[in-house]
């Protein structure tokens, strides 16, 4: 087999697995449990600063784009659309400091 490197962190009952640029979230979901996150919405893995940004709202974007650019413990991640849809809203610009969780922006689904 071949051997890969990856960051892992746990965040309360989440954990945050970056590897080869893309972020990944484990959790273990209770019974009954729901997400308050909207739909669509990319999310601050960890405290940080905005690198780059790389879309603006009504652009069309694909599937594993790279969207936005952060620096957090010294390392860039990068956060990149889930699925094709439409960039709706950008809620951060370079050089903004920005919280673990802080919504970053929002892509609405193509149909």
Known sequence: GSKAWAHVAKVGDVWWVHHSGRIFTMERIEAGASSDEPHGGLVAPMPGVVLEVLVAAGESVEAGQTLM????????????????????????????????????LDVEAAE
């Open 69 to 104: 650019i952060l620096e957090a413990m010294k390392m860039e991640h990068r956060i990149v659309a889930s699925e094709d849809g439409t960039v709706t809203s950008v809620h951060f610009n370079a050089g903004d400091r920005v919280e673990q969780g802080a919504n970053l």
